[in-house]
T-cell receptor, first 113, second 110 residues
Framework: GAGVSQSPRYKVAKRGQDVALRCDPISGHVSLFWYQQALGQGPEFLTYFQNEAQLDKSGLPSDRFFAERPEGSVSTLKIQRTQQEDSAVYLC???????????FGEGSRLTVL | GENVEQHPSTLSVQEGDSAVIKCTYSDSASNYFPWYKQELGKRPQLIIDIRSNVGEKKDQRIAVTLNKTAKHFSLHITETQPEDSAVYFCAAVTGNQFYFGTGTSLTVIP
């Protein structure tokens, strides 16, 4: 497709379950970001990849959060042992290079019961 | 790290009036300042951006101004229309990092 694609769009998990969120960036985009967006808030940085290298993971809130981009294209954000405070929209964004336009996906809305 | 503050959090204007949203940043190394529009339930989309070597940029009804000395930048929308109603986010970019403001919910009243 032409844009950033994320799946699933909606995920309901029971507390303690593991979830995996997928991001398909725009083909050829080097940079890939994951953000967490709580209701009524701006996107909060989680982690950044340049190709397959995870250059910054300082925003991951705990060691339950893990992200990978093994072949420099598709990325997966995994959350282990989900907690209620993990409920949010998880946005993926990609860009052709650093410091140019970010293209966002539509997000994955996670609800933890 | 960078701290971006955005004001106001909500803004209502009459159709045809102007809207102004302001952001401040803390890191003087930030040198790229994009603005994103997010309609309800949709993805954020870039509407305009400015780099630190420019003081103002216009694109039809939208303009952005940057004051590097004061570390603030503003979004100006003129002749507002109902379809401008959305949440607007500013961002300051340092290195490879995008730091977003908390958003302004703009409502244009017909």
């Amino acid at each position: 497709g032409a844009g950033v694609s994320q799946s699933p769009r909606y995920k309901v998990a029971k507390r303690g379950q593991d979830v995996a969120l997928r991001c398909d960036p725009i083909s050829g985009h080097v940079s890939l970001f994951w953000y967490q967006q709580a209701l009524g808030q701006g996107p909060e940085f989680l982690t950044y990849f340049q190709n397959e290298a995870q250059l910054d993971k300082s925003g991951l809130p705990s060691d339950r959060f893990f992200a990978e981009r093994p072949e420099g294209s598709v990325s997966t954000l995994k959350i282990q042992r989900t907690q209620q405070e993990d409920s949010a929209v998880y946005l993926c964004a990609s860009s052709l290079a650093p410091k140019v336009e970010l293209f966002f996906g539509e997000g994955s809305r996670l609800t933890v019961l | 790290g960078e701290n971006v503050e955005q004001h106001p959090s909500t803004l209502s204007v009459q159709e045809g009036d102007s809207a102004v949203i302001k952001c401040t940043y803390s890191d003087s190394a930030s040198n790229y300042f994009p603005w994103y529009k997010q309609e309800l339930g949709k993805r954020p989309q870039l509407i305009i951006d400015i780099r630190s070597n420019v003081g103002e940029k216009k694109d039809q009804r939208i303009a952005v101004t940057l004051n590097k000395t004061a570390k603030h930048f503003s979004l100006h929308i003129t002749e507002t229309q109902p379809e401008d109603s959305a949440v607007y986010f500013c961002a300051a970019v340092t290195g490879n990092q995008f730091y977003f403001g908390t958003g302004t919910s703009l409502t244009v009243i017909p």
